[in-house]
């Protein structure tokens, strides 16, 4: 009679992987959150402006950072 041994164990990075697995999404959800905040992407579009464009316009780039951040900002 023959038997057959099956040996299913995870490696140790398989079990680091999943018990981390949580805290990566939650990760991943707070830089969504961060992401999606209207300052945040008042920032990204300021970032895409040069700044010959803002002294076109009279602005500076830290002036328009501190209109954009508030008072809470800082």
Do not use: C, H, W, Y
Request: aromatic share 4%.
């Amino acid at each position: 009679m023959a038997t057959t041994a099956i040996n299913d164990r995870k490696t140790p990075a398989a079990i680091l992987s999943a018990l981390a697995a949580p805290f990566a999404a939650f990760g991943r959800l707070m830089v969504q959150l961060a992401e999606a905040n209207p300052r945040m992407q008042a920032l990204e579009r300021l970032n895409r402006v040069s700044d010959a464009e803002l002294a076109a316009r009279g602005l500076t780039r830290d002036g328009e950072i501190r209109r954009i951040m508030g008072v809470s900002g800082f």
